[in-house]
């Protein structure tokens, strides 16, 4: 197929159509619908084919996006759907929750002004259509070498490094504490962001594979990290951040406020039907909320609240719009479902006698840059003020909190609670305890599903090493 050279002007980009707020407030579906066949190679079109292609450079795992992008324009689905998992073991996951507006998308060469290639979208089209006309991994060449790695924690790293060690004939079995696998995939990220079929899509594509899946079992628990490491030739540890990081303020421990992470995971469970004494659900019907928190958990649970029939939402976040860590595509979202923002506002305390009645917040200004790069806010003196609420939800993020069983292992835990796996002496995401490998959020804090996708794949890559 000839390609026009200048279709990215005569066709503007368009994004598949997704539910008027008035509709989506009221499921848990996904708001977003998926191109047919003739969009996505139209859209696929729009690719100008740079010669340094930034998109692929911007994104954590470094996808041939120009290339799959090319395969899709000429109708090769599968020759697609085979290259885009080169790089990536969970694309239509990607697809979906990646901050695209702020990775390969916002590095398009057509994102000034014209319009960025709509990339996740095209990537999402990819591997969904292609199982649905039957696609599934090649694995006729793979053969078994008889070594069996365990893998600790079935988020994203994990499933990632099981891909990478099946298709080199290793066989991976990896334990999870909860009933279905993709840790927060599952049980974090809202179903209107991310279907959970499609988890269990992929859990099928990867026990056709050869990947063996031992859920609602605790290590350290209900298994021993001592028995698994014995039985198995090495382990990979993907266990993710799940310990909240609090506000350090009073009244956080009042009746009616409540920390992100739980609530997004009580909610998901009342969706699926699972019963959990451990994050309850939680109903904000008719409440008054304010989410303290600008990034994508914050944004998950405004979007909850707002489905739950929360009578007002408010998001305070103490940088402005620009500077806030979220995708922006999710606070867009936020603002159409009728959550209101109060930027450049820092949380001094949580107000209440037993149950919380308000938060008492003050103006910022921003000052310079601090240690991460962004402007850090100042607390502006004399502007404090009071905001109602009868439900608060602190998303501040998460810290890593590695189990007792890890330094008892020999596995070295850094100054900020990860694993380490900085030695040059070693493998790439190789821990001090020579047999055990670790990546994702355990590794690096709290971060991108992409980047444990990418840091599980290239731990795999280490441990086939290893092996040999």
Same mark, same amino acid.
């Given at each position: 197929?000839?390609?026009?050279?200048?279709?990215?002007?005569?066709?503007?980009?368009?994004?598949?159509?997704? %539910?008027?707020?008035?509709?989506?407030? #009221?499921?848990?579906?996904? /708001?977003? &619908?998926?191109?047919? !066949?003739?969009? *996505? @190679?139209?859209?696929?079109?729009?690719?100008?084919?740079?010669?340094?292609?930034?998109?692929?450079?911007?994104?954590?795992?470094?996808?041939?996006?120009?290339?799959?992008?090319?395969?899709?324009?000429?109708?090769?689905?599968?020759?697609?759907?085979?290259?885009?998992?080169?790089?990536?073991?969970?694309?239509?996951?990607?697809?979906?929750?990646?901050?695209?507006?702020?990775?390969?998308?916002?590095?398009?060469?057509?994102?000034?002004?014209?319009?960025?290639?709509?990339?996740?979208?095209?990537?999402?089209?990819?591997?969904?259509?292609?199982?649905?006309?039957?696609?599934?991994?090649?694995? %006729?060449?793979?053969?078994?070498?008889? #070594?069996?790695?365990?893998? /600790?924690? &079935?988020?994203?790293? !994990?499933?990632? *490094? @099981?891909?990478?060690?099946?298709?080199?004939?290793?066989?991976?079995?990896?334990?999870?504490?909860?009933?279905?696998?993709?840790?927060?995939?599952?049980?974090?990220?809202?179903?209107?962001?991310?279907?959970?079929?499609?988890?269990?899509?992929?859990?099928?594509?990867?026990?056709?594979?050869?990947?063996?899946?031992?859920?609602?079992?605790?290590?350290?628990?209900?298994?021993?990290?001592?028995?698994?490491?014995?039985?198995?030739?090495?382990?990979?540890?993907?266990?993710?951040?799940?310990?909240?990081?609090?506000?350090?303020?009073?009244?956080?421990?009042?009746?009616?406020?409540?920390?992100?992470?739980?609530?997004?995971?009580?909610?998901?469970?009342?969706?699926?039907?699972?019963?959990?004494?451990?994050?309850?659900?939680?109903?904000?019907?008719?409440?008054?909320?304010?989410?303290?928190?600008?990034?994508?958990?914050?944004?998950?649970?405004?979007?909850?609240?707002?489905?739950?029939?929360?009578?007002?939402?408010?998001?305070?976040?103490?940088?402005?719009?620009?500077?806030?860590?979220?995708?922006?595509?999710?606070?867009?979202?936020?603002?159409?479902?009728?959550?209101?923002?109060?930027?450049?506002?820092?949380?001094?305390?949580?107000?209440?006698?037993?149950?919380?009645?308000?938060?008492?917040?003050?103006?910022?200004?921003?000052?310079?840059?601090?240690?991460?790069?962004?402007?850090?806010?100042?607390?502006?003196?004399?502007?404090?003020?009071?905001?109602?609420?009868?439900?608060?939800?602190?998303?501040?993020?998460?810290?890593?909190?590695?189990?007792?069983?890890?330094?008892?292992?020999?596995?070295?835990?850094?100054?900020?609670?990860?694993?380490?796996?900085?030695?040059?002496?070693?493998?790439?995401?190789?821990?001090?305890?020579?047999?055990?490998?670790?990546?994702?959020?355990?590794?690096?804090?709290?971060?991108?599903?992409?980047?444990?996708?990418?840091?599980?794949?290239?731990?795999?890559?280490?441990?086939?090493?290893?092996?040999?």
């Amino acid at each position: 197929m000839s390609k026009h050279p200048l279709q990215y002007l005569e066709l503007p980009r368009k994004d598949p159509e997704k %539910d008027i707020p008035e509709v989506r407030i #009221k499921h848990y579906d996904e /708001i977003y &619908a998926s191109y047919d !066949g003739a969009e *996505a @190679a139209s859209q696929a079109g729009r690719c100008i084919s740079c010669g340094v292609p930034y998109c692929e450079w911007k994104c954590p795992v470094h996808n041939y996006i120009p290339n799959w992008l090319e395969l899709i324009e000429e109708g090769k689905l599968f020759e697609a759907a085979e290259l885009s998992h080169q790089t990536n073991s969970l694309p239509e996951i990607c697809g979906r929750v990646c901050p695209q507006d702020r990775l390969c998308e916002d590095a398009c060469t057509l994102n000034n002004g014209v319009g960025a290639v709509s990339i996740g979208n095209i990537e999402k089209y990819i591997t969904d259509e292609a199982i649905k006309q039957g696609w599934r991994p090649n694995m %006729d060449h793979v053969k078994d070498t008889g #070594k069996k790695v365990a893998i /600790i924690g &079935a988020g994203p790293a !994990g499933l990632s *490094a @099981a891909d990478v060690l099946a298709r080199a004939g290793i066989r991976p079995v990896v334990f999870d504490a909860y009933p279905e696998i993709g840790g927060l995939l599952t049980f974090g990220i809202p179903p209107f962001k991310l279907n959970k079929d499609v988890v269990k899509t992929r859990r099928h594509l990867l026990e056709g594979m050869g990947v063996e899946f031992v859920l609602s079992t605790y290590v350290g628990t209900d298994r021993s990290f001592s028995s698994i490491y014995d039985e198995y030739d090495a382990v990979f540890i993907g266990t993710g951040t799940y310990k909240e990081i609090s506000g350090g303020f009073k009244g956080e421990n009042l009746k009616g406020v409540y920390k992100a992470l739980p609530y997004l995971i009580g909610n998901v469970n009342e969706e699926l039907g699972i019963s959990d004494s451990e994050n309850p659900y939680v109903d904000l019907k008719k409440k008054n909320v304010v989410v303290l928190g600008g990034g994508d958990t914050g944004m998950d649970c405004n979007r909850t609240a707002i489905r739950q029939g929360a009578s007002k939402v408010n998001c305070v976040y103490r940088r402005n719009e620009e500077n806030m860590p979220g995708s922006r595509r999710e606070v867009s979202n936020s603002k159409e479902e009728g959550v209101s923002f109060l930027f450049n506002k820092q949380p001094l305390e949580i107000i209440g006698t037993d149950c919380v009645t308000g938060v008492k917040l003050a103006s910022t200004e921003l000052g310079p840059p601090d240690e991460s790069g962004r402007r850090a806010p100042k607390i502006i003196q004399g502007s404090e003020e009071i905001i109602e609420a009868n439900a608060v939800i602190v998303a501040f993020g998460y810290l890593p909190d590695a189990p007792d069983w890890v330094s008892e292992n020999a596995i070295k835990i850094n100054d900020y609670g990860c694993i380490d796996v900085a030695s040059e002496e070693n493998l790439p995401f190789q821990t001090t305890n020579m047999k055990v490998f670790a990546g994702g959020d355990i590794v690096r804090g709290s971060d991108l599903v992409v980047t444990a996708v990418f840091e599980g794949r290239e731990a795999a890559k280490s441990i086939i090493s290893f092996l040999k």
